[in-house]
């Protein structure tokens, strides 16, 4: 294969490493570019291209986590990474555990690593890289790799609720979720709700929200009830789908842009945390985005109309 035959091949892998890192699909899609680049310069041939491009492209993100840490402690509001609909690397044999890796929950937890922590965890613990390649790319000894893989394992232990892993029992609670959702059934929505459960939403002070966490399964009932009656006058459909390997679904308004991304946690068959991406910012690599204040103003005039 030439260059470009042996790049496109390894793109998923490179890509899907990188997202892990960085929590962000435009980074991410960056930092290949990047890696392709350097690749693509380079005067000599590497003996493992693979090792090659895996290193460059896990040095990359590094560098831009490091830098990205400001911008996401000045962030306003809660923090959550840009949805992902579809990871492009596939492994039959680790479908599960990669599936799991890209959750939001598994990307909050990895956010609280160092740089250094977080790839040598996404690349030893998802993706089963040896110790030697690991130390050369992020330029430790194997021994301080070692170290830095069990530091990492035992801080995501100790904060991750394993998902169910029956994929097809998650995606029929999420799929009468989303039927209790379309109907306004509040009862029905409650059920399906842990007592504890929490909602909480990402906009990035750039589109409207509730204000703060919602938490409880009648609070959180009631007003995704609430929800569903604006969205209907305004013509809002609801697109149940994966999401960062998780049940969710996309919103989107009458002319099919995305308006919001809603992503499910489901464990011992009750939804634990409804997590909502509505920062436009996070969501134009899916598609044109709508304008969430104008529908909200639609909203409230179709509200008082009907008043």
């Keep these: 294969m030439n260059k470009v035959e042996e790049f496109e091949e390894l ?138 893989a069990t530091r990492s394992r035992r801080h995501m232990d100790a904060g991750r609720p394993r998902f169910e892993a029956d994929r097809s029992e998650r995606e029929e609670l999420a799929g009468r979720f989303f039927d209790a959702f379309r109907e306004g059934d509040v009862d029905g929505l409650r059920e399906l709700l842990a007592a504890d459960v929490q909602l909480v939403g990402d906009g990035g002070g750039k589109a409207p929200l509730f204000a703060n966490v919602i938490v409880g399964s009648a609070n959180v009932a009631r007003l995704l009830a609430s929800f569903v009656t604006h969205f209907v006058r305004i013509g809002v459909r609801v697109e149940p789908h994966r999401v960062n390997g998780q049940p969710g679904a996309v919103f989107r308004d009458r002319d099919g842009k995305v308006l919001n991304i809603l992503a499910l946690d489901v464990l011992d068959g009750q939804i634990q945390t409804i997590r909502s991406v509505m920062n436009p910012d996070k969501l134009g690599h899916l598609g044109p985005v709508a304008d969430a204040w104008a529908l909200k103003r639609e909203s409230q005039q179709a509200r008082r109309a009907r008043g």
Excluded: H, N
């Design 11 to 148: 793109r998923p892998l490179l890509f899907s490493i990188a997202y892990r890192i960085l929590g962000s699909v435009a980074e991410a899609e960056d930092a290949v570019q990047e890696a392709w680049l350097r690749f693509d310069g380079s005067a000599t041939r590497p003996t493992s291209t693979k090792a090659f491009l895996s290193a460059t492209v896990t040095r990359i993100s590094i560098d831009v986590l490091r830098s990205a840490r400001v911008r996401r402690e000045e962030y306003v509001g809660p923090w959550f990474p840009e949805p992902l609909l579809a990871d492009p690397y596939e492994d039959p044999a680790r479908s599960v555990e990669l599936a799991d890796s890209v959750s939001m929950a598994a990307l909050l937890l990895l956010e609280r690593l160092s740089p250094l922590e977080r790839a040598v965890f996404v690349l030893r613990e998802v993706f089963g890289f040896g110790f030697p390649e690991i130390a050369s790319t992020v330029g430790r000894t194997e021994a301080a790799c070692r170290q830095l």
